[in-house]
């Protein structure tokens, strides 16, 4: 199954993709994260890349779409792939459709988790995850269950992103609002699009992509 898990920054994708993975055996793909490792990692396009991240803006298309070609050929993703966070443009989309034609693959379904922005500031704000294993949890909403010890993998190691700031959150949404949104009506004439309540609590939202995965 191949699907993408689409909204804008805070709306949730990243939490319910780590459930899907768990529950569905998918290969959650979070281009955020391939980019922040490599920033991490210090490469040349990591170091621009976390620029970019800074400012709240996007990276440009075609580096995005050679880092997701390149990673859907690999074995991990043969069971199915969860997209998290691209396509956020509609050149992003239309090569993506281009690259899964070439292999004889189509997408099962774009998953649009809808988030007003006012709750969306708040959730950016308060996110934190584990260093170790991506676990994501939240100051006011989603503390581990032992204070300071990962529920998943026990890890006492904790990380906040530097782009989780009220300033750049405000460029975010300015990105996703101007730049990605355009790719929803672009789905919806294809008849992949399917919406979830994201402001519903976390157990709430996977139980609508449930039912969703079960209806395709
Ligand atoms: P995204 O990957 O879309 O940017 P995340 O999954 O990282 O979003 O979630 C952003 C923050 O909101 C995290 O701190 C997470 O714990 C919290 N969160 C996720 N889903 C919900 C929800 N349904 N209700 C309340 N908080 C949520
Ligand atoms: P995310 O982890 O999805 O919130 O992404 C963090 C940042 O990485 C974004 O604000 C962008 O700067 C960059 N980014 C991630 N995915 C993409 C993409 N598909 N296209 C362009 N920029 C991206």
Redo the contacts with the bound molecule.
Sequence with gaps: MKLILL?P????????AKRLEESRGLKQLSTGDMLRAGAEAGTALGREADRIMKAGKLVPDGIMIDMIAERIDKPDCQRGFIL?GFPRTVPQAEALDAMLAKRGQKLDAVIEMLVNDAVLVD??A??FSCAKCGA???DN??QPKVAGVCDVCGSKDFKRRPDDNAETVRARLQAYHQQTAPIIPYYKIKGLLRQVD?M???DA?TRQIEAVLEDL
């Design positions: 909204g920054p805070g709306a949730g994708k990243g939490t319910q998290d959730r950016i308060g996110r994501v949890y939240h909403t989603k994201g519903a609590d976390v939202v």
